[in-house]
């Protein structure tokens, strides 16, 4: 079946725009993460999103960063006023939920702030 | 929270040979999940095999092994007969019982050479 699929896979926007970036998870999986892969470096974690409770924004950076998700569907990180620092690699991962907790990654998309 | 170290950025094994990667992690809770994530150039992360904490016998996958020593916190990844698509950057990752979020370590790139 499809898999975990992001777009743009790249984007290069001007310091100051606002971007949006979608994740579509894998049918029926009630988990979504998104998380910030900078270069050379780990993947740190952004917000999830479990079934219709609240989301776990914790990992938010700042306040330009939100994201939605509607039910167990697709998902969008919006960026406002983005900065230079904000280049990274933006990855999504859905989960089965229901007791299986593997998350499946997509490709990601990177973003380069000029 | 919890954290997770890979002191190893980068390791190197000849081909058919045994590699070990390094991971520590610091936690509080009595309940968590550990992980290794391998990423290849393509920026897919692939799970290879997870560990449930709760469990005394070490996880294996086939040519992956891990050593987990809860006592020390310590989860190192065993590749067994190293093949050159094992090539690629590994992750140790950490989770609590609700899955909710997901840390990860900084990497070890592996090189397997022919």
């Known amino acids: 079946g499809a898999g975990v699929s992001q777009s743009p896979s790249n984007k290069v926007t001007e310091k100051g725009k606002d971007v949006e970036l979608r994740c579509d998870p894998i049918?029926?999986?009630?988990?979504l993460y998104w998380y910030r892969q900078r270069l050379g470096q780990g993947l740190e974690f952004l917000i999830y999103?479990?079934?219709?409770?609240?989301?776990?924004k914790s990992g938010l950076p700042s306040d330009r960063f939100s994201a939605e998700r509607t039910g167990e569907s697709v998902s969008t990180l919006t960026i406002q006023r983005t900065q230079q620092e904000d280049s990274a690699v933006y990855l999504c991962?859905?989960?089965?939920?229901?007791?299986?907790?593997?998350?499946?990654f997509g490709p990601g998309t990177r973003l380069t702030v000029t | 929270a919890q954290t997770v170290t890979q002191s190893q950025p980068e390791m190197s094994v000849q081909e058919a040979e045994t590699v070990t990667l390094s991971c520590t992690y610091d936690t509080s809770e009595s309940d968590y999940y550990l992980f290794w994530y391998k990423q290849p150039p393509s920026r897919q992360m692939i799970l290879v095999i997870r560990q449930e904490a709760y469990k005394q016998q070490n996880a294996t996958e086939n040519r992956f092994s891990v050593n987990f020593q809860k006592a020390a916190k310590s989860f190192s990844l065993k590749i067994s007969d190293s093949q050159l698509g094992d090539a690629a950057m590994y992750f140790c990752?950490?989770?609590?019982?609700?899955?909710?979020?997901?840390?990860f370590g900084s990497g070890t790139k592996l090189n397997v050479k022919p």
């Open positions: 990752a950490s989770t609590t019982y609700n899955f909710n979020k997901f840390y």
């Open positions: 991962a859905s989960s089965p939920g229901q007791g299986r907790h593997e998350q499946y």
């Open positions: 999103f479990q079934g219709n409770s609240a989301p776990d």
């Open positions: 049918s029926g999986h009630t988990a």
